[in-house]
């Protein structure tokens, strides 16, 4: 494919293949059409980053003890510097909320990754082949979607117990269904097209049609999908966590700071819950925020 | 449209069945887990078999999930083992709370959110459009228990203008309703709302709302007569999947302000394993789901005037 | 009718009044975030009352945007960047919305292209319609706006008006829909009526029946109207004077006889060259496409736009960034060419480079249908049908298919939609299978045979090109991607070094540079898209090609340029091309067999010459008299069918034609399936008519003597 036909002498800079960096830097270039989706790309940049590097970042380690309930801008007997306060325990709030910010990370995305493939597969799955596959998979998605997600993810929770695991299981469990019926939706829609016919008309096999003539039509809205699953992938390991069904201590959990904190907070040491809801909510608003720029430029398009 | 009904009623029971098996047999599979739960820890073998063929636990699963779902449907919900009295006489107290809580959530989400929703999508790409977008999103990024801890930081403890719990300790008191309905609405109107923008953008590009005013109406009748109609089909399906999400943030919001609902009393009969409570528990939730769908169907079919008569 | 006002009227200069309208020197952008986009630029137009104009052009021409123009309505990012309209003598720019929206409806109306989507989906019809009394005159009560709009829907001829009052749009058919539409424009009994392509979306048949309307509507209210549309056609049957747009700019205007008969400006030369008008012949008189592309609205060149294309260009004139004015051919029809070379350019002595060919010899048979039939199965789910044990229903969506096709022969299969000619494709490209008869193709039975059961050889041996040239490649895929899959898949070639010279073949085939197998089908013309479409048909050497209305989606010179490449291949190839269209004329220009079909079922079939002269099958008649000619010369005589299609659930028991045939003679057409009468040489017709009956039906299409009188028939004569 890459070797340009150099005697046509006709090959103009359009007509070359572009490489993945290319086009990485292309969707970047058309985010800046959009400065609600940058300021949300910034955001989740930067908590990726703090995610991968949390070791380095971190002033502290997350279980080192400093100075019990030290108010944020104080400093530690040895001049360590609490830049957001210590909990009951004298551990550095900041040091935390880093470490925590690579726990939620990781788990968001291998929950959302997890989900999208099982999602994504039983939907093409659906709209393509249609008839009784699709009535049987419609069903088991409109049974699993009938609880309301909370209550799923105590039942699912309590019965087996609390682990990275099991938060991912459920994550899947509940997430699924959802992914299930857009990528359906935009299955029933793209089979309608000629290019799907005229792979059919050459003898594709199903999946080989699913895979590569379909799916890559359906990224844009799917991307964009994504990004708000993360958020709400998000949301729900910080509930867990604040309803005390999270990942077990010692390793920080924002929604276990927060409930382990809160009702301490009534007497008047606010920042110790006050600043994991700070970072949950900053993540959640830097993926809607760039799911909304995406969506944006997608349609300018 | 009686067949229509019809079929959604069949398909909602058939819901409600699947989900009563699936509660079964994760809570009431194993009899000797269910007689470890009623008897406690520190029973005896021989005790949990005597126990088990008194209550006929001895029984086939198929026939002991007919005789629970008998049970079901006469209203005999069984005993709750944490409180040792039957779970009829609390459960619909703590459903009622629950009830209200998200009955004055909804009345006040939904208007407000169609009501912004509409007014940004009527000029797309407007100032009045960019601010309401933009807040919907900064609203709906913070999640209720965040939510609730920034609320309680600043309204609480800073400005001591509220309680801090809902538990109606002394009685019943509005004030403790105005933080949990206040926390519920913000992370739940951004949704509806920016659903509502997208659809009442969609329709005001439509051909339709151009022959609406190339035929010399009013803009105010375009908005009202054309636009609005067909702009709050796909909202209104939302807002009944809404009650499902609702469902799910009562449970947190419950827990943040203590209030004694039915998200609470699940989260302590799940930790508790109080087999009967939690059945009850999902069953309502379920429900109250299934329920909202169907509604949402058939408003649906009612609002679209090309599913109904085709 | 203009010579009924003119004598009402004292005689002036110009002899017609006040015009109605006045468009002098338009200039509309578009602005978007790259900047200022010109979409028309110095446009001129007058309109006297009772007058019909037509803007006539090929897509992106800016013609649609004229006409948004006038009713100033052209969305949050267009806007008039220069010249004025004036309405009754009204400068409309300087009105304020409240005038605008008391013109709107009431004095300016307007038709829209796709009747479905102007109306609204959740109201009713009635409801829609009176608000146009209501809000246009004060003091209508609603009982009576109501009373008004159901009597227009009367005066619209639509059946059962109260009925349609009552229903919503999404229940009546696209005809009706169409017909709402007038009557919602003509309910204030307007000044001036804008027609934006207002047949485009329906079936040839249907057409014709609105075309009628709208001429009845001129001569009874006297409405001034413009009419736009791509088909020139439509523009001879409907209007007085026309106006040709390219790329933004008008390049020539006349009455339509004047424009029609002595076109001076090279790019209306170019267009009439790409009509397959009955005089075309694909081999001895060629459709002449035009070369090149439309220029893209940021990047014209400078002086005449379409310079580039032009075989008359001459530098340092045609290219003076001044641009080019108006010329006068003729004081007093009005007729004038923005062309400056109008005079040089000797039209008679031009004939342009065109290969002719000697006409294909048909070779052995390459498919062979015998009563193919293919039902599919609906289930009705509703309980009723559980209870009454009438759970599924059949759809017969072809009943009876017989008929073969020679190698290096065109068949073509033509009919409206819904007559079953796509499912016929399907069946035979195995993505459905028969439900009985054969169909032998290659010397193999395949009727039975799904595609997921054939050889790659098998499959690379029957190809099609789709109709959408927007979906017809994977906008995921560089092109040359999706060559090579398809030469691996039917084992064309093996090795890398191969299949790579295979590719280049193929494009140099289809004409397109080598170095587009590198681009995205987004970059891409819809031309380009479908000539890779073409391609990929061909890369196995196929004995024959389906090609599913391939030109259908595209502009005349287009589809001329995309015509003349599929049979260049076919000569070259000499490949059977089985042509499925609804497009009459295109049929009569590229085919040598016509099979004509109607809700399943073969009508008529024959030599093109046979099938285009009497004896017709009524509905060949039908659709012959339906489809409009661009051609001065030519009479038809007017056939417009009554009634709707009738639904494939719910076919008449008889002939399916019958409840439409304007030729229908009794009981029997309703009760009993028609024989097949043989006309002699292949030319079926199924009909109860007798075949003596038939052959005494005049021809539909005549052409005039120079002199005037109608008499000699068309150049196609009967054998």
Redesign the interface.
């Known amino acids: 494919?890459s070797?340009?036909?150099a005697t046509?002498g006709?090959?103009?800079a359009?007509?070359?293949?572009k490489g993945l960096f290319e086009r990485t830097i292309g969707s970047i270039v058309l985010l800046k059409?959009s400065p609600v989706g940058l300021v949300g790309a910034v955001l989740v940049t930067i908590f990726f980053i703090v995610a991968i590097f949390a070791p380095l970042l971190a002033p502290h380690h997350y279980e080192t003890f400093i100075m019990p309930m030290a108010a944020p801008l104080s400093t530690g007997p040895n001049g360590e510097f609490l830049l957001l306060g210590a909990d009951l325990r004298g551990r550095d709030i900041f040091s935390r909320l880093i470490y925590g910010t690579q726990r939620v990370v990781f788990y968001a995305s291998l929950a959302t990754f997890c989900a999208y493939i099982v999602g994504i597969l039983m939907g093409l799955a659906a709209g393509y082949f249609r008839g009784w596959v699709d009535e049987v998979l419609s069903f088991l998605a409109n049974v699993i979607l009938s609880f309301p997600v909370m209550v799923l993810f105590v039942l699912i929770i309590t019965s087996i117990g609390a682990s990275g695991a099991t938060i991912v299981f459920a994550v899947v469990f509940a997430s699924a269904p959802g992914i299930m019926r857009i990528v359906r939706g935009l299955t029933l829609d793209i089979a309608t097209?000629?290019?799907i016919?005229?792979?059919?008309?050459?003898?594709?096999s199903p999946w080989y049609i699913m895979l590569v003539?379909l799916l890559?039509?359906a990224?844009g809205p799917l991307i964009v999908d994504a990004c708000l699953r993360m958020g709400y992938t998000t949301i729900t390991i910080g509930a867990l966590g604040f309803l005390g069904l999270g990942l077990p201590p010692p390793f920080p959990d924002w929604g276990g700071m927060i409930n382990e904190t809160r009702t301490l907070a009534m007497g008047g040491f606010w920042w110790m819950p006050f600043f994991p809801a700070l970072a949950v909510s900053l993540l959640v608003l830097g993926f809607n925020l760039l799911a909304d720029g995406l969506r944006e430029v997608s349609l300018r398009d | 449209m009686a067949?229509l009904l019809?079929r959604r009623l069949g398909l909602m029971l058939l819901i409600m069945l699947v989900v009563g098996f699936i509660l079964f047999i994760v809570n009431e599979g194993d009899p000797r887990k269910v007689a470890r739960g009623v008897l406690g820890p520190y029973a005896q073998e021989q005790q949990l078999d005597i126990w088990i063929q008194e209550n006929g636990y001895d029984r086939p699963i198929p026939v002991r999930f007919l005789d629970w779902v008998g049970g079901v449907a006469t209203g005999d919900l069984g005993e709750s083992v944490q409180y040792k009295r039957p779970v009829n006489e609390f459960f619909w107290e703590r459903l009622g709370n629950t009830g209200i809580l998200a009955g004055l959530t909804f009345l006040i989400m939904v208007p407000l959110a169609l009501l912004l929703g509409v007014l940004a999508g009527m000029k797309e790409?407007s100032l009045q459009d960019r601010t309401i977008s933009v807040a919907s999103i900064i609203t709906t990024s913070i999640p209720e228990f965040a939510s609730a801890v920034i609320l309680t930081t600043v309204f609480v403890i800073q400005l001591k203008w509220l309680p801090g719990t809902s538990s109606m300790a002394a009685g019943w008191d509005w004030m403790q309703m105005i933080l949990p309905v206040t926390v519920l609405v913000l992370y739940g109107f951004g949704y509806i709302a920016r659903m509502t923008r997208a659809s009442m953008a969609e329709v005001m590009t439509?051909?339709?709302i151009?022959?609406?005013?190339?035929?010399?109406?009013?803009y105010k009748?375009v908005i009202l007569?054309?636009a609005l109609?067909?702009a709050l089909?796909a909202p209104f399906t939302v807002i009944m999947l809404q009650l499902n999400w609702l469902l799910s943030g009562v449970v947190v919001t419950e827990y943040a302000f203590a209030y004694k609902g039915f998200g609470t009393l699940l989260l302590e009969a799940a930790l508790r394993r109080d087999i009967f409570v939690i059945e009850a528990c999902g069953l309502a939730a379920v429900f109250v789901a299934v329920l909202s769908q169907t509604l949402g169907d058939i408003g649906y079919t009612f609002?679209?005037?090309?599913i109904r008569?085709? | 009718m203009s010579d009924t006002l003119q004598q009402a009227e004292p005689v002036k200069s110009p002899p017609k009044g006040e015009p109605v309208l006045a468009i002098d020197n338009l200039s509309i952008s578009y602005f978007i975030?790259a900047g200022e986009v010109p979409a028309v630029k110095d446009f001129t137009l007058t309109l006297y009352p009772g007058e019909a104009v037509g803007i006539v052009g090929e897509s992106g021409c800016g013609k649609s945007t004229v006409a948004m123009a006038i009713?100033q309505?052209m969305g949050?990012n267009g806007g008039i960047v220069g010249g004025s309209i004036k309405f009754m003598g009204r400068d409309m720019s300087k009105m304020s919305q409240e005038e605008l929206?008391?013109?709107?409806?009431?004095d300016i109306?307007?038709i829209?292209q796709?009747p479905m989507?102007?109306?609204?989906?959740?109201?009713l019809i009635g409801r829609q319609l009176l608000?146009?009394p209501l809000?246009?005159e004060p003091g209508i009560s609603e009982d009576d706006a109501w009373t008004r709009a159901e009597e227009m829907l009367a005066k619209v001829k639509l059946p059962d008006p109260a009925r349609v009052m009552n229903a919503?749009p999404?229940?009546i058919s696209g005809g009706q829909q169409q017909r709402v539409?007038i009557a919602?424009a003509l309910l204030s009994n307007p000044t001036l009526l804008l027609l934006d392509e207002p047949t485009t979306a329906l079936d040839v048949t249907v057409e014709a029946g609105i075309v009628k309307l709208i001429k009845e509507i001129s001569a009874e209210f006297g409405t001034s109207m413009i009419y736009i549309s791509h088909n020139m056609g439509l523009i001879l049957e409907t209007c007085d004077r026309v106006c040709v747009m390219y790329s933004g700019v008008a390049v020539e205007t006349g009455t339509v006889k004047e424009v029609f008969d002595m076109m001076r400006h090279p790019y209306t030369r170019g267009l009439f060259g790409s009509i397959p008008l009955p005089t075309a012949d694909k081999n001895a008189n060629p459709l002449v496409p035009i070369r090149g592309q439309l220029p893209l609205p940021y990047n014209r060149p400078d002086g005449c736009y379409f310079g580039p294309r032009c075989d008359f260009f001459e530098e340092g004139r045609c290219d003076d960034p001044k641009g080019v004015p108006w010329l006068t051919v003729d004081e007093a029809s009005g007729h004038a060419v923005r062309c400056l070379r109008w005079t040089e350019i000797d039209w008679d002595n031009y004939t342009p480079d065109m290969e002719q060919h000697p006409p294909n010899e048909p070779g052995e048979e390459v498919l062979h249908v015998e009563n193919m039939r293919k039902y599919f199965e609906v289930r009705d789910t509703?309980?009723?049908a559980l209870f009454t044990g009438k759970a599924s229903r059949w759809v017969k969506a072809n009943e009876s298919i017989s008929f073969s096709a020679r190698k290096r022969e065109t068949v073509a299969i033509v009919g409206e939609s819904g007559c079953g000619k796509s499912t016929f494709a399907k069946v035979l490209?195995?993505?459905e299978t028969s439900t009985d008869g054969q169909i032998v193709y290659n010397g193999e039975e395949i009727s039975q045979l799904p595609?997921?059961r054939?050889t790659?050889r098998q499959?690379?041996s029957l190809?099609?090109v789709?109709?959408?040239p927007n979906?017809?490649?994977?906008?995921?895929?560089?092109v040359?991607?999706q060559i090579i899959?398809?030469i691996k898949?039917?084992g064309v070639a093996k090795s890398e070094e191969d299949v790579?010279k295979r590719v280049?073949e193929l494009l140099d085939l289809v004409k397109l540079?080598?170095?587009?197998k590198?681009?995205k089908p987004r970059?891409l013309s819809g031309g380009q898209k479908q000539r890779i479409?073409i391609a990929?048909a061909f890369a196995g050497y196929p004995p024959m090609v389906i090609a599913d209305e391939p030109v259908s989606a595209l502009d005349v010179s287009v589809q001329a340029a995309v015509t003349g490449l599929l049979m260049d291949i076919q000569r070259q190839y000499d490949t059977t091309l089985l042509f499925i269209s609804h497009d009459l004329s295109v049929v009569r220009y590229l085919s040598d067999r016509v099979v004509v079909m109607y809700l399943g079922m073969i009508m008529e079939q024959g030599d093109v010459e046979e099938v285009y002269a009497p004896p017709y099958h009524p509905y060949t008649e039908a659709l012959l008299s339906a489809v409009p000619i661009a051609d001065t010369s030519i009479e038809k005589r007017e056939i417009v069918l009554e009634g709707n299609l009738p639904s494939v659930l719910n076919p008449p028991k008889g002939c399916p034609f019958s409840t439409r045939c304007p030729r229908k003679i009794g009981a029997i057409c309703d009760e009993e399936r028609p024989p097949f009468r043989d006309a002699g040489n292949g030319h079926v017709i199924t009909c109860h008519i007798e075949l003596e009956e038939l052959s005494k039906v005049e021809p539909v299409i005549v052409t005039k003597s120079p002199g005037g009188g109608a008499g000699e028939k068309a150049p196609e004569p009967a054998e």
């Open positions: 494919m070797q340009a036909n046509d006709t090959v103009s359009s007509d070359r293949p059409e097209r000629d290019y016919a005229a792979a059919q008309t050459r003898g594709e003539e890559p039509n990224r | 067949r019809v790409g439509t051909h339709y151009r022959t609406a005013v190339l035929k010399g109406l009013p009748r007569k054309h109609r067909n089909i609002l679209n005037p090309r008569f085709s | 975030r009713m309505y949050g929206r008391q013109l709107r409806g009431s109306a307007m829209y796709e989507s102007a109306l609204n989906p959740s109201m608000e146009v809000f246009h919503y999404h229940q539409v919602m509703s309980l009723k490209m195995g993505l595609v997921t054939r790659p499959i690379g190809q099609m789709f109709q959408n979906e017809t490649l994977n906008p995921s895929h560089t040359g991607g899959r398809v898949k039917f790579h280049d540079p080598r170095a587009f590198y681009r970059q479409g990929r």
